[in-house]
Nanobody
Framework: QVQLVESGGGLVQPGGSLRLSCAAS????????IGWFLQAPGKEREGVSC????????YYADSVKGRFTISRDNAKNTVYLQMNSQKPEDTAVYYC???????????????????WGQGTQVTVSS
């Protein structure tokens, strides 16, 4: 049974950092592409970052490039999202997901992921 569990969310001040974790079970994290997505209140879910299954290539939305870093620990079967220099507009529920997007241009698209975690709230506020 494929399961993804996010953790690490919370309240952080602008300019601060958080690290989100996505613990996987029922599969190994290098078998699927693992993506991080956010959903702000009243908005569509959107892609933030992804790490590919094939060679571990990483992809980022323009809004987080240079601030967020995705990484994978195969021994712990966990994918991380390190979020630095956080902004109030980063406030959202963050989800991790597993899937097999066929093309690299699909990696940050919600519709190409099959398995989702329950989400973790991140609030950036002073």
């Amino acid at each position: 049974q494929v399961q993804l569990v996010e953790s690490g969310g919370g309240l952080v001040q602008p300019g601060g950092s958080l690290r989100l974790s996505c613990a996987a079970s029922g599969f190994t994290v290098d078998y699927y592409a693992i993506g991080w997505f956010l959903q702000a209140p009243g908005k569509e879910r959107e892609g933030v970052s992804c790490i590919s299954s094939s060679d571990g290539s990483t992809y980022y939305a323009d809004s987080v490039k240079g601030r967020f870093t995705i990484s994978r620990d195969n021994a712990k079967n966990t994918v991380y999202l390190q979020m630095n220099s956080q902004k109030p507009e980063d406030t959202a529920v963050y989800y991790c997901a597993a899937g097999r997007p066929r093309y690299s241009s699909w990696y940050l698209q919600v519709g190409h992921y099959d398995y989702w975690g329950q989400g973790t709230q991140v609030t950036v506020s002073s």
